[in-house]
């Protein structure tokens, strides 16, 4: 069975740029999550996305917006990007909680965004 | 106050050494509690799940929950030096809400 996966591995920008990731996450897993993880710092929840829908939203700047595709695909994109969004950006999977699965998040390996 | 604190080290052991990771938490709503381990430049993979309180063992690694004292621990027994990763402490409730990571406790295991 096929992992979470994301493109582009690594994305160098420069301040000002929009970027945009992109995430599949495991067949039959209709939830994403999108987190940042910036050097030396835990995983900072970003968005949430279910059928179609955001769903919650972690402290981060409107300028971070994403969607959810109908084959449950989600893209992060990343406005007036800003020398701090510099980070791994790392996109979860898992079923949706409350259906009776456990609320377990599988990672993808991640997009590693370098803004300069 | 964090909602999750998670030392994060670095905690430095000898090959076969037990190795003990804690997190501690403030919010008591929280029931669905995980441990991640994350090479350099990998995502997350998940370790170990438990739900609610109690102890959960998987080969060299046992995961405890106290819910009374708000504090979970991650033990790894006769650690090896592909154990050397940082490991993540996660937690969260039902119904929809997201998942609260700790920083991390970066460990490295000589050989």
């Known amino acids: 069975e096929a992992g979470v996966t994301q493109s582009p591995t690594h994305l160098i920008k420069t301040r000002g740029q929009q970027a945009t990731l992109r995430c599949s996450p495991i067949?039959?897993?209709?939830?994403v999550y999108w987190y940042q993880q910036a050097l030396g710092l835990g995983l900072q929840f970003l968005l949430w996305y279910d059928e179609g829908e955001e769903r919650n939203r972690g402290n981060f700047p409107p300028r971070f917006s994403g969607r959810q595709f109908p084959n449950y695909s989600s893209e992060l994109n990343v406005n007036a990007l800003e020398l701090e969004d510099s980070a791994l950006y790392l996109c979860?999977?898992?079923?949706?909680?409350?259906?009776?699965?456990?609320?377990?998040?599988?990672f993808g390996p991640g997009t590693r965004l370098l803004v300069l | 106050q964090k909602e999750v604190e998670q030392d994060p080290g670095p905690l430095s052991v000898p090959e076969g050494a037990i190795v003990s990771l804690n997190c501690t938490y403030s919010?008591?709503?929280?029931?669905?509690f995980m441990w991640y381990r994350q090479y350099s430049r990998k995502g997350p993979e998940l370790l170990m799940y438990t739900y609610s309180s109690g102890n959960k063992e998987d080969g060299r690694f046992t995961a405890q929950v106290d819910k009374s004292s708000k504090y979970i621990s991650l033990f790894i027994r006769d650690s090896q030096p592909s154990d050397s990763a940082t490991y993540l402490c996660a937690m969260s409730a039902t119904g929809g809400f997201k998942t609260i990571f700790g920083a991390g406790t970066r460990l490295f295991v000589k050989a």
């Open positions: 067949s039959g897993h209709t939830s």
């Open positions: 919010n008591s709503a929280f029931q669905y």
């Open positions: 979860a999977s898992s079923l949706v909680p409350g259906t009776g699965g456990a609320e377990t998040q599988y």
